[in-house]
């Protein structure tokens, strides 16, 4: 049971060039987000989905696009990175607690540097 | 639109003292929760905060929740090295997102 797992671990793009993060999960849970880490601000959502099939923005989608391919999968792309986008980003998935509320599992993280 | 502000930012303890981290918030919510990063690491789940009241302990650290108030705390007690690290309290809003605070980063000196 791997949990949360992310690819890459490292990158370095130039500005303009695109990516796509990869984020995968075996916990069978409905919930994927994709958050952004940055120095003195904790995380931020980027963007969700419930459900499979269902995608939403969170706090700062622009420049980014998501796809949830199947219910273990959810990945984020950067169409034409910016320095601005250079962060730590995590990927996380949750499951239901007994007696209400959701526990969130986060990914190893990835961190994107763009030059 | 929820804010959640965690003081202080910065917290250097001497080993053995006792201190508190704080977490308010600007609407209603009654689920709180507490995380803790070391450095270059992922987030670690340390406690779920379900209803008012609601106190939760394990080992040096003991979460409260004050829904009435819109705050929690953090407290730690007898703090050794082992818990220098950063801690994020974090709100839930509407469909189940998480907002975050800044984070406290904790270094505990020996």
């Known amino acids: 049971n791997a949990g949360v797992t992310q690819t890459p671990k490292f990158q370095v793009l130039k500005t303009g060039q695109s990516m796509t993060l990869q984020c995968a999960q075996d916990?069978?849970?409905?919930?994927m987000y994709w958050y952004r880490q940055d120095p003195g601000m904790g995380l931020r959502l980027i963007y969700y989905?419930?459900?499979?099939?269902?995608?939403d923005k969170g706090e700062v989608p622009n420049g980014y696009n998501v796809s949830r391919l199947n219910k273990r999968e959810f990945s984020l792309r950067l169409e034409s990175a910016a320095p601005s986008q250079t962060s730590v980003y995590f990927c996380?998935?949750?499951?239901?607690?007994?007696?209400?509320?959701?526990?969130?599992?986060f990914g190893p993280g990835t961190r994107l540097t763009v030059t | 639109e929820l804010k959640v502000e965690q003081n202080p930012l910065f917290l250097s303890m001497q080993e053995g003292k006792n201190y508190t981290i704080y977490c308010n918030y600007s609407t209603t919510s009654d689920r709180l929760y507490w995380y803790r990063q070391d450095p270059g690491k992922s987030l670690e789940s340390l406690f779920v905060?379900?209803?008012?009241?609601a106190v939760k302990q394990e080992g040096r650290l003991m979460a409260s929740l004050d829904t009435k108030a819109r705050l929690s705390t953090l407290h730690i007690t007898a703090a050794v090295h082992d818990l220098s690290a950063t801690y994020f309290c974090a709100v839930v809003t509407g469909g189940n997102k998480l907002v975050f605070g800044a984070g406290t980063i904790l270094r505990v000196k020996s």
């Open positions: 916990m069978n849970h409905n919930s």
């Open positions: 996380a998935s949750s499951a239901f607690l007994v007696g209400g509320g959701i526990e969130q599992y």
């Open positions: 989905s419930a459900s499979e099939g269902t995608t």
């Open positions: 905060l379900l209803s008012n009241g």
